[in-house]
């Protein structure tokens, strides 16, 4: 999750409303994994995402016909920005999707936090903004977490893990070309493009192991395409609801929820090394949000004096 303004004076703040759609929030994302995890043992991750992408754009679409404004919604000036956006997020779903079926959940989402420091690393080179050596500092902390987690110095390195990481590099350079794209087009005019572009993706390279699905898999499917699309229909109502420093903390509890997830559905044990580094990964984080806020706090603050 990404430092969001935390300007009180311009947005009420309803911490219990916020609890409720993170509440909601939490629990797409951990049905998307159990689902994702069952889909990967007919499918590969090729497929699946294809699969995602065909019922995911159907669903936008049936959306868009059915709100104001119709399939006008999805005219676009920046096509390029959504090639952009879309191959990177590809990547990081790609890796999502397989580190879900290789390695440990909690394991996965200790891995997937160190998102917002990636955005800390690119965001200097694509957005323009500054780095300072406490940010410097924020993201040493941070990354430091990830090497407990992964364990680099053991003979054999996860492929999950591995694959993880490269997700989050992907989901932060999606998440700064999002942030671009929002100038001019609505989420939903994004949602289709990365449907509409990720399909052929995906398809491309799935037509070299295709198996046609069951009745059963494609209700798995449909589910995972339904929770990713609410999970972060959610997680954007909760940030609208509150500031990001009431938000963020109970994004944190993905990590506990997920350990619970796996050990319930899948029998899975999470290692002392995931919950340390987990821990320094999500405080790392917490400074960075806390960070964010006080900058652009200050910032209006001589913005409103200056005027």
């Known amino acids: 999750m990404t430092a969001i303004s935390n300007d009180t004076s311009t947005q009420t703040q309803h911490p219990l409303r916020a609890a409720g759609w993170m509440f909601g929030a939490l629990l797409s994302f951990s049905t998307l994994a159990v689902a994702a995890r069952n889909v990967s043992e007919e499918l590969d991750t090729f497929q699946l995402m294809f699969f995602r992408s065909v019922i995911m754009l ?3 679409v ?4 059915l709100s104001p404004g119709g399939l006008g919604q999805f005219r676009t000036k920046n096509l390029k920005g ?7 997020h590809f990547v990081g779903q790609f890796g999502w999707f397989f580190g879900v079926a290789a390695i440990p959940l909690a394991q996965v989402v200790a891995i997937e936090f160190t998102t917002p420091l990636w955005i800390g690393v690119f965001a200097p080179f694509l957005l323009g903004e500054r780095m300072t050596l406490v940010r410097g500092l924020v993201l040493v902390v941070g990354f430091s977490g990830v ?3 992964v364990r680099p110095w053991e003979a054999e390195i996860q492929a999950g893990s591995v694959a993880v990481m490269v997700a989050a590099v992907g989901f932060a350079l999606s998440m700064i070309t999002t942030k671009r794209l929002t100038r001019s087009d609505s989420v939903l005019c994004i949602l289709f493009y990365m449907g509409l572009m990720q399909a052929p993706m995906g398809l491309l390279p799935a037509l070299w192991s295709w ?3 069951g009745p059963e898999v494609w209700a798995w499917m449909v589910l995972i395409s339904t929770c990713g699309m609410s999970a972060h229909f959610c997680l954007a109502k909760a ?3 509150a500031d990001a420093l009431v938000v963020a903390p109970m994004d944190y509890l993905r990590l506990p929820v997920f350990a619970l997830v796996g050990y319930v559905f899948f029998a899975e044990t999470v ?3 995931v919950v340390l580094g987990g821990l320094v990964i999500l405080i790392s984080n917490w400074l960075n949000t806390w960070l964010e806020a006080r900058r652009t706090r200050r910032a209006r603050a001589a913005a ?3 005027s």
């Open 211 to 213: 198996v046609m699905p």
């Open 271 to 273: 290692g002392i090394e």
């Open 58 to 60: 159907a669903m936008v």
């Open 147 to 149: 090497l407990v987690v």
């Open 62 to 65: 049936s959306i868009g016909m």
């Open 239 to 241: 940030l609208s609801s």
């Open 304 to 306: 409103a004096i200056s």
């Open 82 to 88: 959504h090639l952009a956006r879309n191959c990177a």
